[in-house]
């Protein structure tokens, strides 16, 4: 079964410092990998997914995070920090068609809350 | 193109009453997976639909049911509630094993 394990629950930077929120998964095939956040009573947004192709992904509002398959990794980066970018984000694992019989089900990590200092 | 939308936004419910909470998925989508996230947690998958029927399910009791109508639009009914049932419910919609798209949930307090 797959898994996915946040490192750090909560995250704090300066505004205009580098973002760096980190994932691994546990999985014998390649997952779809993707990042979403969360504001405050509101649903999921997704920044960015991985598929298949180029290893690095670029997303929504200066997100990126690049796939390495050696570490089992798909860690979130952001080189400046903004105000607006608080929020809880979360990493996700999915299989596609590939996952038994639900079609794309995600498995969720715990999640990190980014706080951003001015 | 209307999004995902979720009814009610919040719900409070005493132990061991039912609830019903509804979602309408994407126009396009004939898939729609539900998640339970409780406070401090990422969300889990509950079960998912697709044309209809149930395609999959998580580690949740059978007292977790759920519909999807021929609209595509689903409900998600929990019986006996309980306290642990206190959770945001989340749905979300897509077309097969594409990009799940996410309501704003709902969020349920049992008492």
């Known amino acids: 079964a797959q898994s996915v394990t946040q490192l750090g629950s909560h995250v704090s930077v300066s505004e205009g410092a580098l973002v760096l929120l980190r994932c691994n998964y546990s999985?014998?095939?390649?997952?779809?990998l993707f990042w979403y956040v969360q504001y405050p009573n509101q649903g999921l947004q997704l920044l960015l997914k991985?598929?298949?192709?180029?290893?690095l992904v670029k997303g929504i509002n200066g997100f990126e995070a690049e796939f390495k398959k050696s570490e089992t990794s798909f860690h979130l980066t952001k080189p400046s920090a903004h105000m607006s970018d608080a929020a809880e984000y979360f990493c996700?694992?999915?299989?596609?068609?590939?996952?038994?019989?639900?079609?794309?089900?995600?498995?969720f990590g715990q999640g990190t809350i980014l706080t951003v200092h001015p | 193109e209307t999004g995902v939308t979720q009814s009610p936004t919040h719900l409070i419910k005493t132990r061991g009453q039912q609830v019903t909470l509804r979602c309408s998925s994407q126009?396009?989508?004939?898939?729609v997976s539900w998640y339970q996230q409780a406070l401090g947690q990422g969300p889990q998958f509950i079960f998912q639909?697709?044309?209809?029927?149930?395609?999959g399910r998580g580690n949740f009791p059978p007292r977790f049911s759920g519909l999807q109508f021929p609209n595509y639009s689903s409900e998600l009914n929990v019986n006996a509630l309980e306290l642990d049932d206190s959770a945001l419910y989340l749905c979300?919609?897509?077309?097969?094993?594409?990009?799940?798209?996410f309501g704003p949930g709902t969020r349920l307090t049992v008492l």
């Open positions: 979300a919609s897509s077309r097969g094993a594409d990009e799940q798209f």
């Open positions: 999985s014998s095939v390649p997952p779809y």
């Open positions: 991985y598929t298949t192709g180029a290893t």
């Open positions: 996700a694992v999915s299989y596609g068609n590939a996952g038994g019989t639900s079609y794309g089900k995600l498995t």
């Open positions: 126009s396009g989508h004939n898939t």
């Open positions: 639909y697709y044309r209809e029927e149930e395609n």
